[in-house]
């Protein structure tokens, strides 16, 4: 019986020191792993001169260069409307009429005042002059005169304003026939026969119709604050509209607004925009229509064969000579504090040996894919491209790297232990 316990206990004991001595092992291969450096798997591609184009884009609708919006001027009832929305019209063509009974009575009384009022000035005018010949002879008394006087001055004055009153009379009466005051299209339509309109000449009356020059168009994108400054009038704008899909129409700016329009005022979607207006270049057979939808690419700067890599692979770091108090050092400048701020440089990481090294760069102008870099003996180095994390975060001066240029790299850091 004693046999068998010792036995047992010589066995606890070996397997005991068995576990203890792989846990022992495990330890020291995770202390020796952890002091290897990791070794990055990275994508690159050669720096080359490219041509660079810069673009800002925006969205927006397409208008008529030229368009006139009709306000009634005298209210009434419209008794005649020749034209329908869609219809082309010459200038002067007649494009509606509103009833006309008030305006020509007014006018007609204005007539008369005006023929009784003449008949009263040429009495007074008659009598002025015989007046003065006698005050002349001395045959009437400075009393006399100074009368003739001030009633022919008077009747003069009545006479005028009756004068002006069939003017005013008259032209209010014109105005209840509306003609196009350009050639264009009804672009819009907004009354029908019947329809009582108001109208005033120190107020806007009813808005009876748009006409508008629809073979000159152009496109009113709105262009973020940030963005307007790097624009200029006369820059190309390439011009894609929703309504003609898988075509691209060119353009030219013509106007940028001086004043901002703002939306959600007061709240964290508050957006400031500016007014562009780009000239469309409308090719044959394409009729575009007040309203459309455009998103517009202006290009504001072009550069040609200058040094460029992608925009990925521009970062930020600490120059070589800087010495970091902490970890919080090497953050980027969104979580760095003013002072390691201002330290900071932009720099690309290239392949030397298999090991990623830091080369300061100033960037430049940058399209979609690529931006411009300038910096010492730069062309034919290899860049790297991707992972973004490991450019953005992980990689330092003199890090391992592995390059996999075959596969498409997921995002993130692809990292294996060297052994």
């Known amino acids: 019986m004693a046999v068998n316990n010792s036995k047992k206990k010589k066995k606890r004991i070996i397997i005991f020191s068995v576990i203890g001595g792989v846990l022992i092992l495990l330890i020291v291969l995770v202390i020796i792993g952890s002091q290897r450096k990791p070794v990055f798997t990275v994508q690159t591609e050669k720096i080359t001169r490219r041509t660079i184009t810069q673009v800002v884009t925006a969205t927006g609708k397409i208008h008529p260069v030229t368009q006139v ?25 007649l494009l509606a009429r509103i009833k006309p009974d008030v305006y020509q009575a007014q006018y007609e009384s204005a ?22 010949e006698l005050f002349a002879k001395n045959l009437v008394s400075q009393a006399d005169m100074d009368v003739a006087r001030a009633n022919y001055l008077s009747a003069k004055a009545a006479n005028e304003q009756a004068a002006a009153n069939v003017r005013q009379a008259k032209e209010t009466l014109s105005k209840t026939v509306v003609l196009s005051p350009m050639s264009g299209v009804v672009s819009q339509l907004n009354v029908e026969i019947g329809v009582r309109v108001s109208g005033s000449t120190f107020m806007q ?60 005022l007061g709240t964290q979607d508050q957006v400031t925009n500016f007014e562009v207006r780009i000239l469309l270049h409308t090719p044959p057979g394409i009729e575009f229509r007040p309203g459309m939808s455009v998103t517009a690419d202006i290009e504001t700067a072009t550069k040609e064969n200058v040094f460029a890599v992608p925009i990925q692979s521009v970062t930020i770091r600490l120059p070589k000579s800087s010495s970091p108090e902490s970890d919080s050092d090497v953050q980027l400048v969104n979580g760095s504090k003013k002072k390691q701020r201002e330290k900071l440089q932009e720099v690309i990481f290239v392949v030397k040996n298999g090991e990623a ?4 760069v100033t960037r430049g102008i940058s399209d979609d894919t690529y931006v411009e870099v300038s910096g010492e003996n730069l062309e034919g180095l290899e860049v790297i491209t991707a992972p973004f994390k490991a450019i953005n975060r992980d990689l330092e001066d003199g890090s391992k790297v592995r390059v996999d240029n075959k596969k498409k790299m997921r995002t993130g850091t692809s990292i294996e232990k060297e052994g």
């Open 357 to 360: 090294k830091t080369v300061p």
């Open 205 to 264: 009356g009813t808005q009876l119709m748009t006409i508008a020059d629809l073979s000159v168009m152009e496109a009113r994108v709105d262009v973020g604050e940030n963005d307007v400054v790097l624009v200029n009038i006369g820059d190309t704008a390439r011009i894609e509209v929703d309504a003609f899909p898988d075509r691209e129409f060119i353009g030219t700016v013509t106007q940028i607004a001086n004043t901002a329009k703002s939306t959600g």
């Open 111 to 132: 007539l008369a005042n005006h023929a009784m009022a003449e008949a009263s000035f040429i009495r007074a005018e008659s009598d002025f002059k015989r007046v003065s």
């Open 69 to 93: 919006v009709i306000n009634a001027e005298v209210s009434g009832e419209i008794i005649e409307l020749p034209v329908k929305e869609g219809q082309r019209v010459k200038k002067g063509q």
